[in-house]
């Protein structure tokens, strides 16, 4: 494997942890989907991920936690789950994506890029989702829902057929993140 395949396959896997911070079996399903049909190479050790079997297993799990997060209070919990959920799905879909590099360097590319990728977008998430329980008394958080499966969706998709685009919006998504962040912070300070 050459230099510039396991760069596509670091951003193939960064952007798949993006949207499994999203929801968590999505993009797995996704993933699996694009192993079964051979669009991607999966790692030799996660073949399996692209089994019919996993395919079937991954859609009924993502019906269920796409339906279940449009059901009010439920939400919320299902985000305090789903939050170590993520970071340990972003891990394996970093591992399953990255081939042919050492496994000391492809564990800790996936527990850093990916599970840190994952988490940080999870958790992002589950606030947005708390900040709009508290604000809207949970009216607003099946939009919510949407949205992120949405995202969650285009950026599997992207991340399969477009790494370096996917790659591109994960690293857009992180600035405004920041962004957002330092402006919440300068108007704590300004308000102490």
Do not use: C
């Not at 590099?101 to 564990?107: A, E, G, R, V």
Request: net charge positive.
């Amino acid at each position: 494997m050459d230099t510039f395949e396991i760069i596509l396959s670091i951003f193939l896997g960064v952007g798949l942890a993006a949207a499994v911070g999203f929801r968590v079996f999505l993009p797995l399903l996704i993933l699996s989907l694009a192993g079964y049909y051979e669009v991607i190479a999966l790692n030799e050790s996660w073949q399996w991920i692209g089994s019919l079997t996993a395919v079937i297993t991954l859609a009924v799990a993502t019906l269920i936690e796409i339906f279940g997060y449009y059901i009010p209070w439920l939400d919320n919990v299902l985000d305090t789950i789903a939050l170590p959920l993520a970071t340990l799905a972003g891990t394996a879909v970093m591992v399953a994506t990255i081939s042919n590099l050492d496994p000391t360097i492809t564990w800790a590319l996936a527990i850093i890029a990916g599970g840190g990728t994952a988490a940080a977008v999870k958790g992002n998430t589950a606030t947005a989702r708390l900040t709009s329980s508290t604000a809207t008394a949970g009216f607003a958080n099946p939009v919510l829902t949407t949205i992120e499966t949405g995202l969650a969706t285009l950026m599997a998709i992207l991340s399969i057929f477009v790494p370096i685009v996917a790659f591109a919006l994960v690293v857009f998504l992180f600035l405004l993140i920041l962004r957002f962040y330092k402006k919440l912070r300068k108007k704590r300070l300004s308000k102490t």
